[in-house]
């Protein structure tokens, strides 16, 4: 049913309201904690994108795991992604940042947002079945958020190393597995080795979660 009733759009509508408000509550969490990741010696730039990757995992990862069992149609989904999306989007327009986990030189973490609700909307209305959207989004959260630790970790910057993707592989490899079966191994593959490539304002957010997309839409078809 992708138009729930009245009743049930309300319902959802205050399930998303929750939902989001967790979200929000995740990410000034985050806040304290770039706090003391400084005061420990850290790197403006390494404690930024640690929260990033906490907000991945806790914010987009953990919600995306309980829409098919909260939400009947993708409009509050959807709804969600698009609030999410302007809300990082504004600091950067008007120069007012939230500098714990935004940076100037990109709003990549805008596009986390975006393509979260592009996969939710695309696998209910043409797959026809919300949990085909969480291999993009587990991908795109879980995965990618174990190549930004790796590389974090390692080279204290932002950076890509193909340890990061090996890295990505052995999240994401398990995690498609158990969602979409065995076919959800090459798949994983191949969005571990996409994210290891970006094209200007076209970051691995895209492509990772369209890779994830067409996978399952194959898998959808062909399978």
Not at 49 to 63: D, P, S, T
Not at 151 to 164: V, Y
Not at 209 to 222: D, I, T
């Amino acid at each position: 049913m992708l138009i729930p009733d009245t009743a049930v759009l309300a319902k959802e509508a205050l399930i998303g309201a929750v939902f989001l408000a967790y979200v929000f509550g995740i990410v000034y969490l985050t806040k304290p904690i770039y706090g003391v990741m400084r005061s420990k010696g850290y790197p403006h730039n390494v404690a930024v994108y640690y929260n990033r990757k906490i907000i991945h995992v806790l914010a987009g990862g953990a919600v995306a795991l309980l829409v098919p069992r909260f939400f009947t149609s993708p409009i509050v989904p959807a709804a969600m992604a698009a609030i999410l999306a302007i809300t990082t989007y504004l600091p950067h327009r008007t120069g007012r940042l939230m500098e714990w986990f935004q940076v100037p030189e990109n709003m990549y973490e805008v596009n986390f947002c975006i393509m979260w609700g592009v996969s939710v909307t695309t696998a209910w209305i043409l797959l026809g079945d919300p949990v085909y959207a969480l291999v993009p989004i587990a991908f795109m959260a879980f995965g990618d958020a174990a190549t930004g630790f790796t590389r974090n970790l390692l080279f204290r910057r932002r950076t890509k190393s193909w340890i990061g993707n090996i890295a990505m592989f052995a999240v994401s490899a398990p995690a498609a597995y158990a969602l979409i079966g065995t076919w959800g191994i090459p798949i994983a593959a191949a969005a571990s080795i996409i994210e290891h490539f970006e094209f200007g304002p076209i970051d691995d957010n895209v492509l990772v979660s369209a890779v994830g997309l067409v996978g399952v839409a194959l898998l959808k078809v062909f399978a």
